[in-house]
Protein backbone atom coordinates (compact mmCIF):
# COMPACT_ATOMS: atom_id res chain seq x y z
CA UNK A 1 0.00 0.00 0.00
CA UNK A 2 0.97 3.22 -0.69
CA UNK A 3 -0.08 6.82 0.81
CA UNK A 4 1.47 10.69 0.55
CA UNK A 5 1.79 12.28 4.08
CA UNK A 6 0.65 15.56 4.38
CA UNK A 7 4.50 16.61 4.54
CA UNK A 8 4.72 15.16 0.79
CA UNK A 9 7.21 11.97 1.82
CA UNK A 10 5.73 8.81 -0.14
CA UNK A 11 5.12 6.07 2.42
CA UNK A 12 5.16 2.36 0.94
CA UNK A 13 5.15 -0.55 3.07
CA UNK A 14 5.91 -2.78 0.14
CA UNK A 15 9.42 -3.39 1.46
CA UNK A 16 10.30 -6.36 4.15
CA UNK A 17 11.59 -5.06 6.30
CA UNK A 18 10.68 -1.37 6.15
CA UNK A 19 10.72 1.74 8.20
CA UNK A 20 7.21 2.63 7.93
CA UNK A 21 5.49 0.29 9.47
CA UNK A 22 4.76 -0.50 13.41
CA UNK A 23 3.83 -3.53 15.01
CA UNK A 24 1.70 -1.99 17.86
CA UNK A 25 -0.76 -4.11 20.36
CA UNK A 26 -2.24 -3.04 23.17
CA UNK A 27 -0.94 -4.64 26.85
CA UNK A 28 -4.20 -6.49 26.81
CA UNK A 29 -3.67 -8.12 23.21
CA UNK A 30 0.11 -8.79 23.94
CA UNK A 31 -1.08 -10.26 27.02
CA UNK A 32 -3.34 -12.51 24.75
CA UNK A 33 -0.17 -13.42 22.61
CA UNK A 34 1.91 -14.27 25.94
CA UNK A 35 -1.21 -16.26 27.42
CA UNK A 36 -0.60 -18.88 24.15
CA UNK A 37 2.65 -19.66 25.70
CA UNK A 38 5.99 -20.58 23.57
CA UNK A 39 4.56 -20.02 19.86
CA UNK A 40 6.81 -19.29 16.56
CA UNK A 41 7.24 -15.46 15.52
CA UNK A 42 5.05 -16.56 12.39
CA UNK A 43 2.36 -17.58 14.63
CA UNK A 44 2.06 -14.15 16.18
CA UNK A 45 -1.24 -12.36 14.84
CA UNK A 46 -1.52 -9.19 13.00
CA UNK A 47 -1.92 -5.82 15.06
CA UNK A 48 -5.41 -4.46 15.18
CA UNK A 49 -4.44 -1.31 13.30
CA UNK A 50 -1.89 -0.78 10.91
CA UNK A 51 0.58 2.05 12.58
CA UNK A 52 2.71 3.39 9.81
CA UNK A 53 5.38 6.46 10.97
CA UNK A 54 6.49 9.09 8.54
CA UNK A 55 10.49 8.17 7.87
CA UNK A 56 11.07 12.82 6.86
CA UNK A 57 8.49 14.66 9.67
CA UNK A 58 8.01 11.34 12.26
CA UNK A 59 4.20 12.00 11.67
CA UNK A 60 2.46 8.36 13.00
CA UNK A 61 -1.06 7.21 10.77
CA UNK A 62 -3.60 4.74 12.23
CA UNK A 63 -5.32 3.03 9.76
CA UNK A 64 -8.76 1.08 10.29
CA UNK A 65 -8.50 -2.32 10.59
CA UNK A 66 -9.23 -3.29 6.94
CA UNK A 67 -6.26 -0.81 6.73
CA UNK A 68 -7.96 1.35 3.97
CA UNK A 69 -8.46 4.43 5.90
CA UNK A 70 -6.80 6.61 8.59
CA UNK A 71 -9.01 6.97 11.23
CA UNK A 72 -6.14 8.84 13.21
CA UNK A 73 -2.91 10.85 12.77
CA UNK A 74 -0.18 12.32 14.73
CA UNK A 75 1.92 15.05 14.84
CA UNK A 76 5.11 15.30 16.92
CA UNK A 77 4.99 18.55 18.98
CA UNK A 78 8.44 18.32 20.23
CA UNK A 79 10.86 16.48 20.50
CA UNK A 80 13.16 16.16 23.75
CA UNK A 81 16.45 16.14 24.11
CA UNK A 82 19.13 14.39 26.17
Known amino acids: MKYECVCGELLWNGK ?4 IELHVYTDKEMDDIISMGQIDTLD ?16 IYVFEEN ?16
Not at 16 to 19: A, E, G, K, T, Y
Not at 44 to 59: L, M, Q
Not at 67 to 82: A, H
Open 67 to 82: GTRIIQRYRLEYELKD
Open 44 to 59: IPDPKYEVWRCTSCRR
Open 16 to 19: IPND
